[in-house]
């Protein structure tokens, strides 16, 4: 079989952008449980259970950066609403307004418009989720004539672990739901040649779902879905990994990024010299933009210089609890390995990691002489929780 054919191809990039609208909007709903944003309401004597205030959702997005301004945060709330994601408590109006008008997440009250499309995503998910956090999990790296690749699927085993899983009841109905996922783009033949069926041939994800979705991602209707990449669990934007090009957005938490008016995540925003999104106060529609290509380093250390007795480093243990879209960081390097990019709203962040900090430990592994390849790999197939041990340069 020579492939999928072009057509449908462009229906699984179709599917795929549906799929981003989706995964976007359920990531900003466990947000806003998660703040408080979304809780029991009351107005005229009658409660609303699982309700936001319009006008205070839209503080909250301009206060955590996904919005610059308020007009900015109507247009992406809207997009929620034409797509059914959210609605109006009494369903009697079809604009988002900044008011203090309810809305609610359709998930919270079980109106969502769970058609045909919408549930291969959701079994997408929930089986990517499942096999993520297997303790053995089916995905590793294997070869197929002669070419490794990362995180695969067999797709025997694949059909196996279904059965076993009780998620089908035979095969035929595995291989059936195994044609579905890659119809809709969700996973691929690793050299995109091959349909899915229960053989030998190799498959892997094609979406990650873990990725931390900007809400300003939804406006950008015309530009290409963020390619996937094997790190992406860790990733804030690698934009183009055809190209070889290890490039990604650095963010520490102490500094700001020069951004006008779609900061930290503008998709469309140029790159200025230092490396971070430089001014672009409109929107683009061209393709994602290199940014930040170097290290974050001012110097390269060896093990035993961050081992050395009364050096300029000190240790620092951080306990990391991955939420429903990764850990928020990312490693780069060699013999040590380091922090190259902190994502400032993930749980990285929040339990104190910073960029340029070395990796020494993880859940108890010693990884000073290992790449950052491993140690990904290495927290990637370990449990939610991450405990790391790192090395910070202290400035006198």
């Known amino acids: 079989m020579d492939g999928i054919g072009s057509s449908m191809q462009k229906k699984a990039e179709e599917l795929e952008r549906m799929a981003e609208v989706l995964i976007t909007g359920e990531q900003l709903r466990l947000r806003l449980h998660e703040g408080k944003v979304i809780k029991d309401r009351r107005h005229h004597l009658r409660t609303y259970p699982n309700c936001f205030v319009a006008k205070e959702l839209i503080d909250w997005l301009i ?37 203090k008008m309810f809305y609610r ?86 050299s995109d040649q091959h349909h899915f069926g229960d053989g030998r041939l190799l498959f892997q994800f094609r979406m990650n779902f873990r990725r931390r979705r900007r809400l300003m991602e939804l406006l950008l209707e015309r530009s290409r879905v963020i390619p996937e990449s094997q790190e992406s669990p860790f990733c804030l934007r690698k934009q183009n990994p055809d190209s070889g090009n290890s490039s990604f957005l650095s963010v520490s938490p102490t500094k700001e990024i020069r951004v006008v008016c779609l900061r930290r995540s503008s998709m469309s925003s140029s790159c200025g010299s230092s490396g971070y999104y430089s001014s672009s106060p409109t929107l683009s529609n061209s393709p994602p933009v290199l940014c930040n290509p170097k290290s974050v380093l001012k110097r390269q250390v060896s093990p035993d210089e961050l081992q050395s007795p009364g050096g300029p480093f000190i240790k620092k243990t951080f306990t990391i609890v991955g939420d429903a879209v990764g850990w928020g960081f990312v490693v780069r390097g060699s013999k040590p390995c380091y922090i190259q990019a902190v994502d400032p709203s993930g749980p990285a962040a929040a339990a104190g990691m910073k960029v340029c900090q070395f990796v020494v430990s993880v859940n108890g592994l010693n990884v000073l002489n290992l790449d950052y390849r491993t140690v990904s790999s290495l927290i990637l197939t370990g449990p939610r929780t991450v405990v790391m041990e790192v090395m910070e340069e202290v400035e006198y």
Request: some cysteine; charged content about 35%; hydrophobic content about 35%.
């Open 105 to 190: 997440f359709r998930k919270d009250d079980g109106t969502f418009p769970l058609d045909s499309e919408a549930k291969v995503f959701m079994r997408g998910q929930r089986l990517y989720e499942k096999l993520m956090n297997a303790e053995n999990s089916l995905l590793k790296t294997r070869e197929e004539e002669g070419v490794a690749y990362e995180r695969t699927l067999v797709a025997a085993e694949f059909i196996d672990w279904l059965l076993q899983e009780g998620e089908v009841a035979s095969r035929e109905e595995a291989e059936q739901l195994g044609r579905r996922l890659l119809e809709h783009g969700i996973i691929q033949h690793v």
């Open 63 to 99: 206060e955590h950066k996904e919005a610059c301004d308020r007009d900015t945060a109507i247009k992406i709330m809207q997009k929620l609403l034409d797509q059914s994601i959210i609605h109006h408590v009494c369903d009697e109006h079809r604009e988002f307004r900044d008011t």
